[in-house]
């Protein structure tokens, strides 16, 4: 028994032309995933990271001021001009990233992060440290000044890390979508 080799080459065409298309269907699914996931970052990192980014940074500034002024050898009142400056600046600044990451949970990317809650747990830490720094009785020495300021300091700088891993961890979840 002898296939004739036009039907042979009927089937083996035919085979081809299938092959092509389930090709075809599965690299346009795999592009439209890449094309979605690609647009959900880009969406991500305009409409959130780059806003609490630029409020890490501030809080980062934050940070090296009041590690400037706890390195100060005198209370001075120049210096307690500069403490209620930067306490006005923290409360401004925690204003801003509450808001931040307020918008943050009534996003679309809020099912993996309670994002406000990452500044509101540790707020209290921060204004607490904040008010013993700059209380002005006499029973606050400089030295009890300068490790509130260092603990200020501390404070932001483990919210800056768990808002970063946060958003790290967003970015992994939208990746492997």
């Not at 065409?13 to 880009?42: G, H, K, Q």
């Not at 006005?88 to 801003?96: D, L, Q, S, T, V």
């Not at 008010?131 to 002005?136: P, Y």
Request: proline share 2%; glycine share 2%; aromatic share 8%.
């Amino acid at each position: 028994m002898s296939l004739d080799p036009k039907l042979l080459a009927f089937w083996v065409a035919f085979a081809s032309l299938l092959w092509n298309l389930c090709n075809t269907v599965y690299a346009r699914r795999i592009d439209a995933m890449t094309r979605e996931r690609t647009t959900c970052l880009e969406e991500f990192r305009s409409t959130l990271r780059q806003p609490i980014e630029a409020l890490l940074t501030e809080a980062q500034d934050i940070e090296i001021s009041l590690e400037s002024i706890s390195a100060s050898p005198t209370f001075t009142a120049t210096l307690e001009e500069e403490l209620v400056a930067l306490n006005r600046r923290i409360g401004a600044f925690g204003r801003k990233l509450g808001k931040c990451l307020d918008d943050a949970d009534r996003s679309k990317f809020s099912q993996a992060n309670d994002w406000a809650d990452l500044y509101y747990a540790k707020e209290d830490a921060v204004l607490d440290a904040m008010n013993t720094a700059t209380r002005t009785d006499a029973g606050v020495t400089l030295s009890d000044r300068q490790e509130a300021l260092m603990q200020t300091s501390r404070h932001l700088l483990a919210l800056r890390r768990s808002i970063r891993g946060a958003l790290e961890e967003q970015v992994t979840l939208i990746s492997w979508r």
